[in-house]
């Protein structure tokens, strides 16, 4: 059964750094790419980017790149998204999400539970 | 970017019928690159459709995708309690990947 456990959620303070974990099972991680996608409260969803846990290619959507980074450790399946100075805007539900197995599959067809990240001073 | 609005915002219907979400697109999208997606509050999206009209795996015969170039539809043909939820586009022809607004499917 395909599963992505992410971590769970976060209060920090602004400026502070985090990291948030994407654990992945049920199938082979380095096979798949992994997305993130941003979902502030009440509003809708945001693809941010998404990495290819074999080698590490990574892409970002221009609105967070710098941001943010995206990476994978492949020894223990899992993929992460990093801060390294929050802002109160970065206060959202974050979600990670398997990208379909085709070069052509850029859909998502299994999600995490999401992390919610609360930045507030 | 492509933008993708979705419309209308928020559609109010009774189950049983029949509902129809369109998903606009600001440029064509590549070979008719477009998913959507399911989420109901407080839960994950969940993949109903990808390239345009591909129902994926466990998702019910009465959910159903047409359209291509800039035009798409998804349509729900007898709307089951369980369907009242936001649903979302996302093309993947062009980076960045984008995604509509969303569209509500509230009880009427």
């Known amino acids: 059964e395909v599963q992505l456990v992410q971590s769970g959620a976060e209060v920090k303070k602004p400026g502070e750094s985090l990291k948030i974990s994407c654990k992945c099972s049920g199938y082979n991680f380095t096979s798949y790419w992994i997305g993130w996608v941003r979902q502030m409260p009440g509003k809708g969803l945001e693809w941010m980017g998404i990495?290819?846990?074999?080698?590490?290619?990574?892409r970002y959507s221009p609105s967070f790149q710098g941001q943010v980074t995206i990476s994978a450790d492949k020894s223990i399946s899992t993929a992460y998204l990093q801060w390294s100075s929050l802002k109160a805007s970065d206060t959202a539900m974050y979600y990670c999400a398997r990208r379909g197995y085709y070069v052509t599959s850029g859909y998502f067809d299994f999600w995490g539970q999401g992390t919610l990240v609360t930045v507030s001073s | 970017e492509i933008v993708l609005t979705q419309s209308p915002g928020t559609l109010s219907l009774s189950p049983g019928e029949r509902a129809t979400l369109s998903c606009r697109a600001s440029q064509s999208v590549s070979s008719n690159y477009l998913a959507w997606y399911q989420q109901k509050p407080g839960q994950a999206p969940r993949l109903l459709i990808y390239g345009a009209s591909s129902r994926a795996t466990g998702i019910p015969d009465r959910f159903s995708g047409s359209g291509s170039g800039t035009d798409f539809t998804l349509t729900i043909s007898r709307l089951e309690p369980e369907d009242f939820a936001v649903y979302y586009c996302q093309q993947y022809g062009s980076s960045p990947r984008t995604f509509g607004q969303g569209t509500k499917v509230e009880i009427k």
């Open positions: 990495i290819s846990p074999g080698d590490s290619d990574t």
